[in-house]
Nanobody, 124 residues
Framework: QVQLVESGGGLVQAGGSLRLSCAAS????????MGWFRQAPGKEREFVAA????????YYGDSVKGRFTISRDNAKNTVYLQMNSLKPEDTAVYYC?????????????????WGQGTQVTVSS
């Protein structure tokens, strides 16, 4: 069992930055691929970024490429999402997730454990 707790969300102006963190419980964090997804009101959950077990492989959704960076610190059981050049369309609840595989994966079906989400609001 893995428990995930996100933090770092908030209100920011367009063009600003935020860093989300996701702290994981459990001794096997380093064996899981991790991902970030987001969901805006009335929309489906959208893939944002994924990272493999070592941090050596990452993937990004088209809408965030070049602006967001996913990273992990296995010693701290934490995964991060650095978000730069934020836009109003980035407004959503952001979820951290853990997959039962070591390789980075990009669909919701690949992820077994989910956090409760953290709200990110970008004002224009």
């Amino acid at each position: 069992q893995v428990q995930l707790v996100e933090s770092g969300g908030g209100l920011v102006q367009a063009g600003g930055s935020l860093r989300l963190s996701c702290a994981a419980s459990g001794r096997t964090f380093s064996s899981y691929a991790m991902g970030w997804f987001r969901q805006a009101p009335g929309k489906e959950r959208e893939f944002v970024a994924a990272i493999n077990w070592s941090g050596g492989s990452t993937y990004y959704g088209d809408s965030v490429k070049g602006r967001f960076t996913i990273s992990r610190d296995n010693a701290k059981n934490t995964v991060y999402l650095q978000m730069n050049s934020l836009k109003p369309e980035d407004t959503a609840v952001y979820y951290c997730a853990a997959a039962l595989t070591s390789r980075a994966v990009t669909t919701t079906y690949d992820y077994r454990y989910w956090g409760q989400g953290t709200q990110v609001t970008v004002s224009s």
